[in-house]
């Protein structure tokens, strides 16, 4: 039987490397633009971004399991996303300095085998220590992905700031493979049924 083809609806690295190190291979097609969605909560917000790029990306294929995500961080009703320079990095971080924030991702997975689609947004509590403005212009020197992350990249620089998370990692690195899999699974997929990256 041919193995599934899973394809990230993003060309993002991180998300991948999630993929690539749960053992999985997938495809990358980006999605064409960021949607414009208009923000009353965190979970509605990530959950329709997320379902706008799987759609778009589920029209350029002909059968496949496409994922689509997004990540936000989110305080005081106050989304954070990809700043567009450097004064609203810092502004930014200045607002989640020695706060506790939440990064919420949502995610939608489009199964064109079996005509399914599935929405869920998963939500992870943060804890940032008190900054120095000095420490808040070393990380936005210092971060490669200042321009790239929603509100802060913890898999690297930002990881010196934040003393504990409640929930999955992953869902703040941008992809919560574990809950990913789990509705799979309820679909009725096997794990085999995958590609590995071996």
């Known amino acids: 039987m041919d193995k599934i083809r899973l394809i990230l609806a993003s060309n993002s690295k991180w998300r991948k490397e999630i993929i690539n190190m749960a053992g999985l291979y997938c495809e990358q ?6 949607p414009e969605i ?31 995500a997004d990540t ?28 506790v924030n939440y990064a919420v991702t949502g995610v939608t997975i489009i199964d064109k085998y079996n005509d399914k689609i599935i ?19 070393w990380y936005i020197d210092n971060e490669s992905n200042i321009y790239d992350c929603a509100g802060y990249s913890l ?17 703040i690195i941008g992809l919560p ?13 096997d794990i085999r049924d995958f590609k590995t990256v071996k």
């Open 119 to 137: 929405t869920f947004s998963e939500k992870v509590k943060v804890y940032f220590n008190e900054l120095t403005d000095d420490e808040i212009n």
């Open 38 to 68: 208009d923000f009353n909560n965190p979970d509605e917000y990530v959950e329709k971004l997320s379902l706008a790029k799987a759609l778009d990306v589920s029209k350029k294929v002909d059968n496949g399991i496409i994922i689509g």
């Open 155 to 171: 898999e690297t620089c930002a990881s010196l700031f934040v003393s504990k998370i409640e929930g999955d990692y992953k869902a």
């Open 29 to 34: 097609i980006a999605s064409s633009g960021d």
């Open 72 to 99: 936000i961080g989110y305080l005081d009703g106050k989304a954070f996303e990809k700043p567009k320079n450097r004064e609203e990095a810092f502004k930014n971080f200045r607002e989640l300095s020695g706060k």
């Open 177 to 189: 493979i574990c809950r990913i899999f789990e509705e799979l699974k309820k679909i009725g997929y």
